[in-house]
C-alpha cells in the first residue's frame, strides 16, 4: 500500500455502520493510529472498538482498502475527505439496535420521592426561595398583575363602544378608527380594546384564533391596550391608500 504525500493534518469523512442506517460527517487527524481511531469512533457508532472491522471508500463510494493495522496511522492510507469509512461490527449487535429507543428502559420516579431529595432542582429553588417558591415574590407579583388589571378596567370604562378613537402607540403614526370592542378576551389577558381603523391598517377582521369580537373588512380590525386609545372627535382622514 502506498502511503500518501503531504497533506492537510485533519481529515472529514462520513461514517456508517453495520448498526446503523444513518451516515455520520466527522473530523479527524491523521495522526491518530488506527487503534486510537477505532475508540473514538465507538461514539459515533456504538460498537465496541475491539469488535470492529475497518473499510475504507472512495468519495464516490468505490472500495479502497481495510483499516487494519492497529499500529498503522491513519493518514498513512489514502484518506481524503469526503472518503467514507465503514464500520463492520461483530460483537453480535443487530441493524438499529442502538436506533430503537423504546426498548431502553427510562428512569422514573414518583413525585413524593422526588420531594424527599436534597439533589433536585425543586430542593434547590425551595430552599434558595426561588421561582414559584418564593411566596413573597409570588405574593407581590399577584398583587402588582391584579393592579394592572384594575388600571385597565378603569382605563376600558372611559372608552364606549362606538366612540371615534384615535391609537396612538409607541413608535407608530396615529390611526384613526371606531370603538368596537371593549373587554376581556380569550387570546391574552386583561382589558382590551377593538378597533376599526378607517383604513386597512389593523391585523384581522375583528376575530382572532377563530373568536369573533366584532364585525369589520380583513386588516381593518385591532386589538390594542386602553392606554394607547384616546377618545374624541376624530373625523375620518385620508391616508391616500387609494392613490395609484
Known amino acids: 500500500m502506498e502511503v500518501t ?9 462520513f461514517i456508517s455502520s453495520s448498526l446503523n442506517s ?3 460527517e466527522k473530523r479527524y487527524s491523521r495522526s491518530l493510529t488506527i487503534a486510537e481511531f477505532k475508540c473514538k469512533l ?3 457508532v456504538g460498537s465496541p472498538a475491539s469488535c470492529m472491522e475497518l473499510e475504507l471508500y472512495g468519495p464516490d463510494d468505490k472500495f479502497y482498502s481495510k483499516l487494519d493495522q492497529e499500529d498503522a496511522l491513519l493518514g498513512s492510507y489514502p484518506v481524503d475527505d ?3 469509512i465503514h464500520v463492520i461490527d461483530h460483537s453480535g449487535a443487530r441493524l438499529g ?3 430503537d429507543v423504546s426498548k431502553v428502559e427510562k428512569y422514573q420516579i414518583s413525585q413524593e420521592a422526588y420531594d424527599q431529595r436534597q439533589d433536585s432542582v425543586r430542593s434547590f429553588l425551595k430552599h434558595s426561595k426561588l421561582g414559584r417558591y418564593n411566596e413573597e415574590e409570588r405574593a407581590q407579583q399577584e398583587a402588582e398583575a391584579t393592579q394592572r388589571l384594575n388600571e385597565e378596567k378603569t382605563q376600558a370604562s372611559a372608552i ?3 366612540s371615534r378613537c384615535e391609537v396612538r402607540a409607541p413608535g407608530q403614526p396615529p390611526r384613526r378608527g371606531t370603538v368596537m370592542y371593549v373587554g376581556l378576551t380569550d ?5 382590551w380594546i377593538g378597533v376599526r381603523y378607517d383604513e386597512p391598517l389593523g391585523k384581522n377582521d375583528g376575530s382572532v384564533n377563530g373568536k369573533r369580537y366584532f364585525e369589520c373588512q380583513a386588516k381593518y380590525g ?3 391596550k386602553p392606554s394607547v386609545v384616546i377618545v374624541g372627535d376624530f373625523p375620518e382622514e385620508d391616508y391616500g391608500l387609494d392613490e395609484m
Open 5 to 13: 504525500g503531504l497533506s492537510a493534518p485533519t481529515v472529514t469523512v
Open 22 to 24: 444513518f451516515r455520520s
Open 42 to 44: 465507538e461514539l459515533v
Open 82 to 84: 469526503g472518503c467514507r
Open 97 to 99: 439496535e442502538y436506533e
Open 160 to 162: 364606549p363602544v362606538g
Open 187 to 191: 387570546f391574552k389577558p386583561g382589558y
Open 222 to 224: 385591532a386589538f390594542v
